[in-house]
C-alpha cells in the first residue's frame, strides 16, 4: 500500500503542475474569433453528450458491478480525474487504467446461471468472477498527451498476497480487482492504480460490434476447434473487416509457436486498429449508447463522466503518442518451474516503468543500452532475399549495431517500414530511423520477441535501397 499512496503523490504532484501552466499570451484579432467558434463547436458537442447523458439516467456508478470492501476500495486512488460543470469531460491529471479481460465458464464459479447446466458443452457466461484472460496497465497522461498500454501476460509469474507465487491471472479469481491491483502494482515497482475495468468476453464482441467493427489485416490462416466450449475459430489471411465475432476469434487465438505472447501482439494490433478508426470526437456522443450495448458486460469503478474524459483525451492525442508495451520477460524453461510460466524481468521492468509510468529509478544501475548491445531484427515484408538487405545490415553494423538477424518475415504489406521498440526504448528506435533516414517510429511489442528493435521493411526501402548500395560499397 505505501507504494502505491507513494506513487499516486507524484501523479497528484504531475496534476499541480498541468493545471499550473499558465496562458499569459494575447490571441490576436482573427485568432480569437478562430476559438470562438472553435468553442462553439465544442459547447454544442459537450450540450448534446450532456443531453445524452441525462437521458441514459444512471447513478453516479452506474457500471460497478462488484461489491468491494473499504479496504478493497482503498487499493484505488479515489481522487477526481475529470473537471465539474461543463468541464467534466477534461481530463485533469494523469491516471492508470487496470484493464481486464474476463473469460469465464460454469466450473469457475459457484454458482453458475440455470440456463448454463446440462448442456454438451461449457459456455462463456456472463461473470467476473474468473481467472482474467487479458490484463492491460493503461495511462492516460495529459501533461505528456500519451496513451502508454502495458500488456501482462495471463501467464506471467507473480506473487499473490495470501495466496503465494501463482500465475497473475489467478489473482481476479482470489480476491478480485483489489488483490489484482495489488498484484500488478507490486509486480511493477509500486506504480498506482486509480480505476479498474473488468469487460466479459461476451462484452468484447459486442463493443467492436458498436463501434462498427474493425479493419485489420491478419496475419495468417487460422483455425481451430474447440467442442467441448463451442469455440471455433475460422480466419484466413489477409486484409479484411471483421465484425464483432470475428474479431474475437483472432484475439483468443492462441495456437501457434508463441501462445499467450503471440496473442497480446495480435490484441497490440486490433487495438491499434480500432483506436485509430474510431477515437475521434463523433465517438464521445456514441458513448451513452454504446455503454447501453455493453453494460452488463462491464465493471468499473469509473463512472460514466470519468469515461467520457477518457475517450475525449483518446480521441485528441495524436496516434504516435500512442505506445503498446509487453511486460519484459522470457518463457520458462522446460522443469523449470511446476507449470509454464511467463518469467518476469525485473531489470528491464524497472526500466519501461521509469521511462513510461514515472517511476523513479530505485538503482544507478538503470541505464539504456548502447547500439552495440541492442539486438536488432530484420522483417521483411516485400520479398526482398537475404541478399537484397545486405546493404542495411552493413549500414547498421558501421555504426554499431553488432547483433543484427534476420527473422521471420512480417506477413503484412507495409507501404512504410515500421521500426518498432520492442521493449519500449523509444529513443532507441528513433537512432536507428534517423540512421535510416525512412520509416516511422512505434513503440509497440508486435515485432521479433527476442528483439529489442524489429525493423520491419515496407516498400519505401525501394526507394532509399540504392542509396545503401552506394553509401557501402567498397
Known sequence: MTSQKTSAAQQKAAKAKYKGKGQNSRPSKLGRWLWFAVGMGGIAIVSGLAGALLAVSWESTPLQQAQLSPQEEAVFDGDSISGNGLQFSQLTRPVNI????MSVLPPDVQNPPSDSKNLSYLPQINSFDGLSDVMLLIKFDPETKKIVM??????TRAEIEGYGVKKINAANAEGGP??????????????????????NVLGVSKLIEALGGVNIYVPKNMKYRDDS?????????GQQHLNGEQALQLLRYRHDELGDIGRIQRQQ????????????????TKLPDILNVVKENIDTNLSVEELVALVGFGSKINRSNMQMLMLPGRFSDNHEFDASY???????IAKVMTQHFGLEAKTAEISFAEPSHLRVAIQDSTGNNRSQLRPLIRTLEKAGYKNIFVSKPWGQPLDITHIVAQQGD???????????GFGEVRVESTGNIGSDITIQIGKDWFQ???IFQNSTSP
Open 98 to 101: 487496470l484493464l481486464m479481460g
Open 150 to 155: 502495458l500488456s501482462v501476460p495471463r501467464d
Open 178 to 199: 483489489a488483490l489484482t491491483a495489488k498484484t500488478v502494482s507490486n509486480l511493477l515497482g509500486g506504480v498506482g492504480i486509480d480505476r479498474y475495468i473488468r469487460i
Open 229 to 237: 466450449q463451442h469455440l471455433y475459430i475460422n480466419l484466413k489471411a
Open 269 to 284: 494490433m486490433v487495438l491499434r486498429s480500432l483506436i485509430e478508426q474510431t477515437l475521434n470526437p463523433t465517438t464521445i
Open 342 to 348: 511467463w518469467v518476469p524481468d525485473g531489470r528491464n
Open 426 to 436: 523509444g529513443d532507441s528506435a528513433e537512432s536507428v530511423r534517423s540512421l535510416l
Open 464 to 466: 532509399n535501397q540504392a
